[in-house]
């Protein structure tokens, strides 16, 4: 059996522990009893955990530096990690058992653990988006990818924020078990199936600035409730109140993307949830998202996602149980 063990402590992210153990105990029905995941929970201390959410979690034993030997190990997150030091022990235990597993990593902000345990350095990691920023700067020999749903470099796996634990962990089902078994796991999950490890983690939703009653805001919520129509920096400036000039600044100062970015990904992500939702026509989805033509979209999507929307699509469609 492989071994899979996922390491808490207190204040950890609940998700981040539950999301990915169900994944590989879903992926158990599916296998045959010698090929099954063994699960273990490590734990920091002895006894209840209170997590970030209120829940307490139990680990099944304490973390053994001298030990512990896993197939696969992995550190969840926890809101806290991105803003204070880690504890000296658990970096110190990861440090020891990482070498002794095949394959070693972290969900969400457990990449912090990861990099104070020295084991980023000079590898391609990811996070939440939200804390990649302060990973990188933290870390400066990592190579921080700020817009990943997970990576793998070498024995090194790192997914980007809560959810996407389920998401890294389905492609390590693939890795071990085949696709056929991971989409199967994903759909007895409820889950529409895994998102590419390349896929973009940033939704246009994501760069609302924090007044929602400003004029960038306003724009914003203009542009995804009518993303078929054009957009242009003018037409957008005259929903703000604004110039022209005036508005594309301010803009780009609250969303942290040009006007012309913004829109493009509001497109791109109405034709992604069209694409994973049904089976309309490439060019009834172009039409709807506002790209105009099937080939414009093609275009967009290549460069943004690395991949067509047709691609996309079949990479959504699950299998018969």
């Known amino acids: 059996m492989r071994t899979v063990a996922i390491a808490i402590f207190p204040g950890v992210q609940a998700l981040d522990v539950a999301g990915p153990l169900d994944v590989f105990a879903e992926a158990n029905g599916f296998l045959p009893p010698q090929d099954r995941y063994a699960l273990t929970v490590l734990g920091t201390t002895a006894g209840p955990m209170r997590a970030s959410n209120g829940l307490y979690l139990a680990a099944d034993r ?46 969400c902000t457990g990449a912090f653990v990861v990099g104070a345990a ?97 004029p960038v805001a306003r724009v914003q919520t203009h542009v995804m409730q009518h993303v078929a129509e054009a957009h242009t920096v003018a037409s957008m400036a005259r929903v703000a109140g604004m110039s022209a000039r005036n508005f594309a600044r301010v803009f780009v100062q609250q969303a942290k993307v040009t006007p012309a970015e913004f829109v493009e990904r509001a497109r791109v992500d109405t034709a992604r949830n069209l694409l994973e939702g049904g089976d309309l ?33 079949a990479s959504f469609q699950s299998v018969p149980l």
């Open 62 to 107: 304490i973390i053994d530096p001298v030990a512990d030997r896993f197939d696969t190990l992995l550190v969840a997150g926890g809101p806290d990690l991105s803003r204070g030091p880690v504890d000296p022990a658990l970096a110190d235990w990861l440090r020891a058992a990482a070498p002794r597993c095949r394959r070693y990593g972290s969900i």
């Open 118 to 214: 020295g084991l980023l350095d000079g590898r391609a990691a990811t996070t939440h988006w939200q804390d990649a920023p302060a990973l990188a700067v933290r870390f400066p020999a990592a190579r921080v990818e700020l817009d990943r749903i997970y990576l793998r470099d070498g024995p090194l796996v790192t997914s980007a924020g809560v959810t996407a634990g389920i998401d890294l962990c389905l492609a390590l089902v693939a890795e071990d078990h085949g696709a056929a078994i991971s989409l199967a796991t994903a759909k007895r999950l409820v889950v529409v199936a895994q998102r590419q490890g390349g896929q973009s983690q940033f939704s246009p939703y994501l760069t609302l600035p924090a007044d929602d009653g400003s």
């Open 281 to 313: 026509p490439l060019k009834t989805v172009a039409f709807r998202s506002g790209f105009g033509s099937a080939n414009r979209m093609r275009l967009v999507f290549v460069k943004n996602m690395g991949m067509t929307p047709s691609q996309y699509r």
